[in-house]
C-alpha cells in the first residue's frame, strides 16, 4: 500500500512539474533599497539635448502652453533668476502681460499673469507647475466677468 502511494505521489510530481508549477519557492530575499540609478531616465523634453539638463526649476517653464479648452496660449521665452517672465498671452491675438512672474516656495514654482489689455482689464492667471505631469495649473480669474475657472495648461 505504501508503495501505491508513493509511486501515486511521484505521478502527481511529474505531472505538476510538467504543467509549468513548482513545488517550492526558494525564500525571498528582502527587497533592496531604491537607489537613484534604480530610478528611470526622464525623456529629454523638446528642444533639448539629454546631456543639457535645466538650471533650475524655472528653465522648465520656457516654452510655450497651451489651455485644451480654447487654445488660449502662454509663450515664455525666458525666466530671469529673479523670476521675471518675458511672456505673450495670445487669445488668438498676441496680449503682453502686464505683470509676469515666476516664484519659488519650497518645492513649488508658482506663476502670477496679469493683463491689462485686449478687453482682459486686470484678469489674472495664478498658476503652479506640476513637474510630474509637466503642466500649469491654477486658477484663471476674468476681471471684468468677475468670475473664477480652473484650468491647466500642456506644453505645445
Known amino acids: 500500500m505504501f508503495r501505491i502511494v508513493v509511486m501515486s505521489l511521484a505521478g502527481l510530481a511529474v505531472m505538476f512539474a510538467a504543467s509549468g508549477h513548482a513545488f517550492a519557492q526558494a525564500p525571498a530575499s528582502p527587497p533592496k533599497a531604491a537607489t537613484a540609478a534604480d530610478a528611470p531616465a526622464a525623456a529629454p523634453k523638446a528642444g533639448t539635448t539629454s546631456d543639457a539638463a535645466p538650471k533650475s526649476e524655472f528653465d522648465l517653464l520656457k516654452g510655450a502652453w497651451v489651455r485644451p479648452d480654447g487654445g ?55 498658476l503652479v507647475y506640476d513637474r510630474v505631469t509637466d503642466r500649469l495649473k491654477g486658477i484663471y480669474y476674468q476681471a471684468v466677468a468677475q468670475q473664477k475657472f480652473e484650468v491647466y495648461f500642456v506644453r505645445k
Open 72 to 126: 488660449y496660449t502662454i509663450a515664455i521665452a525666458s525666466v530671469a533668476a529673479n523670476g521675471q517672465l518675458d511672456a505673450i498671452y495670445y487669445n488668438p491675438g498676441k496680449l503682453p502681460f502686464a505683470k509676469a512672474l515666476a516664484v519659488r516656495e519650497g518645492m513649488t514654482t508658482r506663476i502670477s499673469l496679469e493683463l491689462r489689455a485686449g478687453g482682459y482689464n486686470g484678469s489674472t492667471y495664478e
